[in-house]
């Protein structure tokens, strides 16, 4: 079962080689991280598609093609340069990161919280809610907080 | 003879010495006005008469203040015409103006039409030079050590605009003159927040220099490396914070903090437009911030 971090090495090294879009394991919290970063605008456009090449037309997942299952990212490029340049996890095996509103008000300052540092200009954190995975101002927004998944810059 | 003290007393006659006075303790030499001075031993000298104008009576103390052409012989009191050249705070040498230091330096001298964004010379006459590093280098030849003077020369308007440039000559002040030309010559835009601090924190390396700058808000003030904090004043950048890790090395911190000034700011702006969404200026329409 693919975790977080996994996503977060995929989209940085595709962005880092230039790819025009990656494939990455169909999985609910994949597809959920994906939204979040097609709504802040790091990726073009999020696809299921086979291990291939993304679908044209909709085709159900069943076990019989559940192994070929994949989300397939568009990525983004802008002068020559990735729009996304970095991509880490925040809330590791190793250490749990699960954060108040404000804690999350503080990162959302650029303050330092419970050894994370703060965001900086252009910066967005994922995090998982009650609300399901949101990204930070949304979920201060909807006034919760939750387990900080990865930051994307 | 060491043991005797001489005393040594200027008297103006227009009599020739006496011949009472023995020669052998005396010395004899002589002044503008044609007569012997007379300076003697042990034996006190006869009383003077006095022959030369303003000294009619050496006994009374004139005017100090002016200068005398026999008493006040010494030239470190003033020329000739009596002005004391005192050097005070209102007259002192500050930075001497830019043309005055480029002259004699045609070759080099910078070209107007060279210059980047719409500077001219006049602008260059009010820029902050400051020489950073001014080293001695020597190269070793089958003739010996043959020593160069090298120096690095930051220059800024201290509004966004500076650069930096490096030279090297055998007299130190030649070769600051040829580092500033250079750096006129190198000028660079930054981008300021506020015209006042960076966009957000940036670390950057450069060889063997590691350096975290920090973004701060107003009234913090320049925190830095005294090398960061020069070229900080140059720049116009007034709070900041940073800290140099690895290597310090005054020409490597300089070259880092340009590169990553230059290279690594990234604007809202561009974020924005990288990402298609609209960028709102928060700070200074919804919380107005007054000017």
């Not at chain 1, 880092?16 to 394991?25: E, G, K, T, V, Y």
């Not at chain 2, 009374?60 to 009596?82: C, K, S, T, W």
């Not at chain 2, 927040?193 to 701060?216: C, L, N």
């Not at chain 2, 911190?253 to 990288?274: G, Y």
Request: one cysteine or more; hydrophobic letters at 35%.
């Amino acid at each position: 079962m693919p975790r977080h971090y996994d996503l977060c090495s995929r989209v940085q090294n595709g962005f880092r080689a230039h790819l025009r879009r990656i494939a990455i394991p169909d999985t609910k919290m994949n597809l959920a991280i994906a939204n979040v970063l097609y709504k802040e605008g790091f990726v073009a456009s999020v696809n299921r598609g086979d291990h291939i090449q993304p679908d044209t037309t909709y085709v159900p997942t069943t076990p019989d093609n559940i192994a070929t299952r994949r989300l397939w990212l568009e990525l983004k490029y802008n002068n020559d340069e990735p729009v996304l340049k970095k991509m880490t996890a925040v809330s590791k095996p190793s250490m749990k990161v699960v954060m108040k509103v404000q804690e999350l008000q503080a990162l959302a300052a650029g303050n330092r919280a419970q050894f994370i540092k703060g965001l900086q200009p252009g910066e967005i954190a994922i995090l998982t809610t009650n609300y399901g995975v949101l990204e930070l101002r949304e979920a201060l927004a909807k006034g919760s907080g939750g387990e900080v998944l990865c930051r994307a810059i | 003879m060491a043991s005797t003290r001489l005393w040594l007393r200027c008297l103006a006659t227009s009599a020739p010495v006496p011949s009472t006075l023995s020669i052998k303790n005396a010395i004899i030499c002589r002044t503008f006005t044609n007569t012997a001075v007379v300076a003697v031993g042990r034996k006190r000298p006869a009383a003077p008469v006095a022959r030369v104008p303003g000294l009619d009576n050496p006994g009374v103390l004139h005017n100090l203040a002016e200068i005398h052409p026999l008493l006040d012989h010494y030239p470190r009191l003033g020329d000739q015409d009596g002005n004391l050249n005192l050097v005070t705070a209102k007259n002192w040498p500050s930075n001497p103006p830019l043309d005055e230091m480029l002259k004699g330096q045609a070759e080099d001298d910078v070209d107007e039409s060279s210059l980047p964004h719409g500077l001219t010379k006049d602008d260059l006459r009010k820029f902050i030079r400051r020489a950073l590093v001014i080293k001695r280098t020597s190269n070793m030849t089958t003739a010996g050590k043959i020593p160069t003077m090298y120096a690095l020369v930051v220059a800024g308007n201290g509004r966004g605009i500076a650069g930096y440039g490096e030279a090297k000559d055998e007299e130190p002040a030649r070769a600051v003159r040829k580092a500033t030309n250079r750096a006129m010559r190198n000028l660079t835009v930054f981008d300021r927040y506020d015209d006042r601090t960076i966009y957000h924190d940036i670390d950057h390396k450069f060889h063997a220099t590691k350096i975290q700058f920090r973004s701060r808000p107003p009234g913090f003030g320049n925190r830095c490396n005294h090398y960061i904090h020069e070229i900080c004043s140059c720049i116009g950048i007034l709070d900041i914070s940073a800290k140099v890790w690895g290597s310090r090395n005054p020409m490597n911190v300089i070259k880092a903090t340009f590169e990553a000034f230059t290279q690594k700011q990234k604007l809202p702006d561009d974020i924005a437009r990288a990402r298609g969404k609209r960028v709102v200026d928060v700070q200074h329409t919804y919380y107005g911030a007054s000017e």
